[in-house]
Nanobody
Framework: VQLQASGGGLVQPGDSLTLSCAAS????????TGWFRQAPGKEREFVAA????????RYADSMKGRFTFSRDNAKNMMYLQMNNLRPEDTAVYYC????????????????????WGQGTQVTVSS
């Protein structure tokens, strides 16, 4: 599985941005997909995840209500709609895939993901 993240950029606080992640291979083989982010000087952290079989989602608390993770099986695409962006959302965002199915509680664990995209930079600044 190869992943290509895109859609990052420079936006102002309060703006919206949609990140995309194009995946090779058959989406039907995925167990779950996730978005993570890494801010300068910080460890990579969980953002959101979808379990592929039933579209069950999980979000980090600070993203709930602002971010929406969706997928398009037919296109092998994943999207992260980010609204009301804040300066603290500035980071490199990574998409990731695991071929195994996990309960939603486990989807936030970085260690379960086997395939990672290259990351796309999101900068929120006035």
């Amino acid at each position: 599985v190869q992943l290509q993240a895109s859609g990052g950029g420079l936006v102002q606080p309060g703006d919206s941005l949609t990140l995309s992640c194009a995946a090779s291979g058959r989406a039907s083989t995925y167990g779950g997909t996730g978005w993570f982010r890494q801010a300068p000087g910080k460890e990579r952290e969980f953002v959101a995840a979808i379990r592929w079989t039933d579209r069950a989602t999980r979000y980090a608390d600070s993203m709930k209500g602002r971010f929406t993770f969706s997928r398009d099986n037919a296109k092998n695409m994943m999207y992260l709609q980010m609204n009301n962006l804040r300066p603290e959302d500035t980071a490199v965002y990574y998409c990731a895939v695991t071929p195994r199915s996990y309960n939603t509680g486990s989807l936030s664990r970085e260690s379960i993901y086997e395939y990672w995209g290259q990351g796309t930079q999101v900068t929120v600044s006035s």
